[in-house]
């Protein structure tokens, strides 16, 4: 059986892109300003993470307008939505092999 | 693979407590409870001149249930009892009051930039609403007589569980333990409402025969309004 480490997809797994995920996953679709606000990060930055989620199929990225000013609405796809769930159940199972104990042939080796 | 460094236990639930913090934080910003009870707590208590233009006082028949309308003694007074005014009111407002839930949901997803899923309560609402509308308006053509609440006062008065039943769908839906609470409470209060009446318990025993389906009306409204201010409340204080 291999460590839950291995099965972390790194594009999911960065401390920001997993918070976006979480955040669309609750919310049907949600709006670049809710993100950059919740997160706590520059619209550059948050600009970056969210192209790396699109060109992976994880969200879509919709453009429009309310009244006069630009909107931009995210949403998670369904490869995002498993994705998202994967990287949940990995970091459980990751917490349940620490707190259980393993059979010596399973513990994992000190690097 | 990877040279990335394995995350420790320590790590990994420090990321699962951040993703509890985030979800709990969405959900704080798309519940607007107080809307919906509000609204359908305005909704119960102007039913109260339809219940009014349905009954009538007449001499005292025993064959008049059979030529339209439920009659019911009181107080030694005949009254007949005609369902559709009230029935009809119950399809139309509840249809536009969850339009109008509808409607605030969405307006109040593009002002804070997050939506809900707020669709199966208004379609459950809706679907509530009409079911037992039809079934409180249409009684006897329908042959529920034997599952209707035929009290002095009870009689058309089901749709007030209607709205109970959409708000489990809510609690559900803005996953809230509170609104869940509430759901419980409210049903109770209309059962006791629709079921039995509260008038058989001295509540508004002085007034006439005609109007006493008031005291039930109040009292679920009175619960949704007062449950809209408290969540009201509450929503303010968090934001």
């Not at chain 1, 892109?17 to 948050?46: K, P, S, W, Y």
Request: overall charge positive; hydrophobic content about 50%; aromatic content about 8%.
């Amino acid at each position: 059986m291999s460590h839950p480490a291995n099965g972390l997809d790194d594009v999911v797994h960065q401390r920001v892109r997993l918070g976006i995920l979480t955040i669309a996953h609750e919310a049907r679709q949600v709006e670049f300003g809710f993100l950059r606000a919740t997160l706590d990060l520059t619209a550059g930055n948050l600009s970056q993470h969210l192209t790396v989620l699109e060109k992976a199929g994880l969200v879509e990225i919709e453009k429009g307008y309310a009244g006069k000013r630009g909107r931009t609405w995210i949403r998670l796809t369904a490869a995002g939505k498993k994705a998202l769930d994967e990287e949940i159940s990995q970091l459980k199972r990751l917490i349940r092999r620490v707190e259980q104990p393993t059979p010596p042939e399973e513990a994992p080796r000190a690097l | 693979m990877t040279d990335r460094p394995v995350p420790s236990a320590d790590t990994a639930q420090q990321v699962l407590s951040t993703t509890d913090q985030l979800t709990r934080r969405v959900r704080q910003a798309q519940r607007g409870t107080w809307f919906p009870l509000v609204l359908l707590g305005v909704v119960v208590v102007a039913a109260a001149p339809f219940y009014r233009l349905g009954r009538h006082t007449v001499t005292c028949d025993p064959v008049l249930g059979a030529r339209g309308g439920v009659q019911i003694i009181n107080g030694g007074v005949c009254v007949q009892v005609v369902g559709w005014p009230a029935g009809v009111y119950w399809i139309l407002a509840l249809v536009l009051a969850y339009a109008a839930i509808a409607a605030f949901y969405v307006f109040r997803a593009r002002s804070r930039g997050v939506g809900s899923r707020v669709l199966p309560y208004v379609a459950s609402g809706i679907a509530a609403g009409l079911v037992f509308g039809v079934a409180s308006a249409w009684t006897q053509q329908l042959r529920l007589e034997s599952y209707s609440p035929a009290g002095p006062v009870a009689v058309g008065l089901v749709p007030l569980v209607a709205i109970s039943l959409a708000l489990f769908v809510l609690a559900r839906v803005e996953r809230s333990w509170a609104v869940l609470a509430f759901a419980v409470g409210y049903l109770a209060v209309a059962l006791l409402a629709s079921g039995i009446g509260i008038r058989g318990q001295g509540v508004g025993k002085s007034l006439p025969a005609t109007w006493g389906f008031l005291p039930s009306l109040l009292l679920a409204g009175g619960v949704l309004l007062l449950g809209g201010v408290g969540f009201a409340l509450a929503e303010r204080r968090r934001v």
